[in-house]
């Protein structure tokens, strides 16, 4: 588990001027609650579980500028793609719906699209949003590929992916974004749209990662 906590979103949304803000995921919606801290003109969450969802409704019925959606995250890009008109930050944090509320257990849910969506959730946001600027963080990198996790390695007793690998991100992605690997809590992707070319001369890696570090995942 990570927490967009972790990231400088006031430094991101300067450099890459971003107005909008999309969680998959939303659970008790800590990290949505913290995103709202940020000059976003509006912020969406998607949650599958129906619980999960009327708590989290009641909790940020006041704010104007958060609308939660029920349904997979597939449905929620498809269908409020259009309401996003301009550069938006995805958080995507969607696997094992409601295992961490004790609803299902991580295998519980046999459909892979629903139980793992992000092949698909980075897939929509590839074809639906060509003519954006937009930055991506994944969130359990660890689901995908061994690493030197702080957080440790996934457990031997939980399903991974049919094909455990990263490699769909580098064909949507590597033509117009920079990924990079980042292995803090249970690691996360950040995809970020490529440097211009006055900029290469300092690796964007240090300066994200700079950055990255300073933050608490807990405040």
Known sequence: ??????????????????DFFFETGTWKGDGLAYASKFEFKKLFSCEIMEDIYKKTSLRFAD?????????????????????IVGNCMFWLDAH?????????????????????????????INSLRPNFNDVIIVDD???????????????????????????????????????IKLYDD????????????????VPIYKRLYKKYIQKIIYP
């Not at 609308?67 to 498809?78: C, I, P």
């Not at 995908?144 to 769909?168: L, V, W």
């Open 96 to 124: 094992y719906p409601g295992a961490e509320e004790g609803i299902h257990t991580y295998n519980e849910i046999e459909k892979e699209t629903i139980r793992l969506p992000l092949h698909i959730e980075l897939s929509l």
């Open 186 to 201: 249970h690691g996360y992707i950040v995809i970020v749209p490529k440097l211009r070319t006055e900029e290469k001369k």
């Open 141 to 179: 990198l660890r689901i995908y590929e061994t690493g030197p996790y702080k957080g440790g390695n996934m457990p031997d007793n939980i399903i991974p992916p049919a094909k455990r690998n990263i490699d769909f991100v580098y064909e949507l992605f590597s033509k117009s974004h920079d990924i």
């Open 1 to 18: 588990m990570g927490s967009i906590k972790r990231f400088d979103l006031k430094g991101l949304n300067k450099k890459y001027r971003i």
């Open 63 to 83: 704010n104007k500028k958060i609308h939660l959606f029920l349904g997979s995250s597939e449905e929620a890009l498809a269908h409020l793609n259009k309401e």
